[in-house]
């Protein structure tokens, strides 16, 4: 369905969507209301998230890769949730560029999980592509770095303030961080990182706030940055960094023809400087791997694919993995693929997975054969933003 369907006549009437800051008014030339009957955002498929990998079975599909690729993808525990659960990694390649992916570091954004298990399939194949992919690149994944929330289907991990000051008693007597949210006893792990992979959590620095950096009192942001710097220690820079996200999902293109499925992004930090010290920031990097995706996408001709659009451009977050790890010197890409499992279940599972799968392999591929190293950074800036409609 086109969005210009939904377009009827009420010339000049802004649109404006409820989301709180993510609202985004539109004015639609000639302009109209998108009418009720839309069922925008609210069409809810009854299953959840019974259709996606549990922690057992993701589990066990990462062992069922191991041996099926007889250790060519070799899966390790990374660390453990805070209620226990294995994190793992499965590293794939010996090549000298090293691509990490990460995903499900909110635990209800599960479509990254379902492509990366393709993907490593693919990366740990027998076959001269795959043997020639590996000898040019090291891919390592974290298929589901919020173990406790993805059982959960919540965006928030499973830890309490009490338990964080048990682990920091300095912290003691101090505000909650503000990404903690005391209703469900978790916090969004997004906001739990900080360039300084060495940084121990002070009392001064809470309870910050969305432009500050995080502090890594979580045991899944502690995991993320212990793989990030093993791999620092053995490559010298990670070269290109990708997180996997989902966003709601009800975004359109700019010209209001169709709905979009993904939204992806190079720009997280609006002033370097600002954190200190960050020589290897490298914005135009950034941008020539989101290119890469994109054109991934676009292969894929007239598909519902390459109706991408990109995550708002006024975003500073340096307490997220993005932005903390972009600091550092990373290319990164953040993918937001359109769907979470409390606003659609399955719909469009097997398509919004496929799509990750596409445009994380041909970056991959980009990456491998030198090829993006040779994109045009300007082409990032004509990808058209992200229109959020109004639900019902």
Excluded at 2 to 19: D, K, N, P, Y
Excluded at 98 to 114: A, C, D, R, S
Excluded at 157 to 170: G, Y
């Amino acid at each position: 369905m086109t969005v210009r369907r939904w377009i009827a006549g009420l010339a000049g009437m802004a649109l404006t969507a409820g989301l709180g800051t993510a609202a985004v008014i539109v004015t639609a030339t000639p302009a109209a209301a998108i009418p009720p009957t839309s069922h925008c955002g609210t069409e809810a498929s009854g299953s959840g998230s019974n259709g996606f990998v549990d922690h057992a079975q993701l589990t066990r599909a990462l062992r069922q890769v191991e041996a099926s690729t007889g250790g060519t993808v070799d899966v390790e525990v990374a660390g453990h949730s805070q209620q226990g659960r294995a994190i793992h990694t499965a590293r794939v390649g010996e090549g000298d560029q090293v691509v990490l992916v990460q995903t499900q570091i909110h635990g209800n954004e599960m479509h990254g999980t379902e492509a990366v298990l393709e993907l490593l399939k693919r990366w740990g194949a027998d076959t001269p592509a795959a043997r020639e992919l590996r000898e040019r690149v090291t891919v390592v994944v974290i298929p589901r770095l919020n173990a406790d929330g993805g059982e959960l289907d919540r965006r928030q991990n499973a830890m309490t303030w009490d338990e964080v000051v048990a682990d920091f008693p300095q912290l003691a007597g101090v505000s909650p961080a503000w990404n903690y949210n005391a209703r469900v006893g978790g916090f969004d792990v997004n906001r739990d990182f900080n360039p300084d992979l060495d940084y121990v959590p002070a009392p001064q620095d809470f309870p910050g706030t969305s432009a500050d950096t995080g502090w890594y009192v979580t045991p899944e942001a502690q995991t993320s940055r212990d793989v990030y710097r093993s791999l620092e220690a053995e490559f010298g820079t990670v070269d290109y960094f990708v997180d996997l996200h989902n966003q709601w999902s009800c975004y359109a293109t700019e010209d209001l023809e169709h709905m979009s499925p993904l939204s992806i992004s190079a720009k997280f930090i609006d002033d370097p400087a600002e954190f200190g010290d960050w020589p290897e920031f490298d914005l135009e990097a950034s941008k020539r791997a989101n290119v890469a995706v994109y054109e991934a996408l676009q292969d894929q001709g007239r598909s519902g694919f390459g109706h991408l659009t990109l995550y708002p451009q006024d975003t500073n977050l340096p307490g997220t993995a993005l932005g903390s790890y972009q600091l550092r010197g990373s290319a990164v890409v953040l993918f937001e693929t359109s769907s979470q499992t409390q606003y659609d279940g399955m719909k469009r599972n097997g398509m919004l997975a496929k799509q990750v799968e596409t445009g994380l392999g041909g970056l991959v591929d980009a990456v491998a054969d030198g090829s993006v190293d040779r994109l045009d950074e300007g082409v990032y800036d004509s990808i058209p933003e992200r229109v959020t409609l109004p639900a019902d």
